[in-house]
């Protein structure tokens, strides 16, 4: 802990007093609030168990992003729990990180190892929540950008769910997006987010005394073997998965006139 906030307070020169302070604590906030999303995010990935349904069916996966696309003030919901903080977290992250001055030669302890590995894995989240983003939004074109690219709309003219078959198709686009960028990005955001967490834990005070670290310790373990299995489960069974074209004419976020207009029956796609 003191190793922590020594190295911490020395980065920042020209900022100091309440000013500061406060910057930290949003930084921190807003780790764990971005935190809870990926939870929740890795959580919902997980059910790509599932599979690809081909019975006309939506799968469970599909069934969450329709559930998440018909929230009232998406955008709104998006910029201030997801987007916004991320930016922040991102900005002032990358400030620390370039400032900051690894010590592992001079103290080989395990939280200085943690220490410097957050700053190495919140590099590596930097070019891949990028290579996330941007792919799964649809920036890039040509035959790879396509594959890239994820479809929340069902169509109900396709016998599988596009949220699902398009995350397929996204993780099995390249050997290098399947064999690398993925586990890396998995790795880096669970270490990251359960790292942050115990650090967040005793920025906030909630984890002083060296017993109630160790225990918090335990519990941040946990939440990374947790993340990491869900995490893996997804990226695994999208590439046992078979891929499927899906249409060009609906790699779109609004909804085709066709499935307005179709019967709904629960758990069928709409
Ligand atoms: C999966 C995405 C991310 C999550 C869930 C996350 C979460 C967190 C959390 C909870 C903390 C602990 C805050 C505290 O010490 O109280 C933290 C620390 C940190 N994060 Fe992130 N973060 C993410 C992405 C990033 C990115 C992209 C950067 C960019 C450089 C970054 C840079 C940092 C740095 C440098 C620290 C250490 C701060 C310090 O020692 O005071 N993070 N993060």
Excluded at 84 to 93: E, F, M, V
Excluded at 207 to 228: C, E, M, N, P, Y
């Amino acid at each position: 802990m003191s190793t922590l906030t020594a190295t911490a307070s020395q980065e920042i020169s020209a900022v100091s007093g309440p000013t500061h302070f406060l910057i930290r604590r949003l930084h921190s906030l807003t780790g764990v609030l971005f935190g809870g999303y990926i939870c929740v995010h890795l959580l919902v990935n997980a059910t790509l168990v599932e599979g690809s349904r081909h019975d006309g069916v939506a799968t469970v996966y599909q069934q969450q992003v329709d559930k998440i696309h018909s929230l009232p003030f998406l955008w709104v919901i998006s910029w201030t729990l997801i987007l916004l903080p991320i930016i922040y977290h991102t900005i002032y992250g990358i400030y620390i990180t370039l400032g900051g001055q690894p010590n592992l030669a001079s103290y080989n302890y395990p939280r200085n190892w943690s220490y410097t590995l957050q700053r190495a894995s919140a590099l590596v989240l930097v070019f891949f929540i990028a290579f996330h983003y941007l792919t799964f939004t649809g920036t890039f074109g040509g035959d790879l950008g396509s594959r890239l690219t994820f479809v929340a709309v069902d169509d109900p003219s396709t016998p599988f769910s596009e949220a699902t078959q398009s995350t397929i198709n996204h993780l099995q686009a390249a050997w290098w997006v399947s064999y690398v960028i993925y586990p890396l990005g998995i790795l880096a955001a669970t270490f990251h987010l359960a790292n942050g967490f115990w650090a967040a834990g005793v920025t906030w005070g909630l984890a002083i005394t060296a017993k109630s670290q160790r225990r918090w310790g335990a519990v941040t373990v946990l939440l990374f073997l947790f993340t990491t299995a869900c995490g893996f489960t997804a990226l695994i069974s999208a590439l046992t998965a078979e891929v499927r074209h899906v249409p060009a004419q609906f790699k779109t976020h609004e909804k085709p006139e066709a499935a307005l207009v179709a019967p709904t029956t629960p758990g069928a796609r709409s």
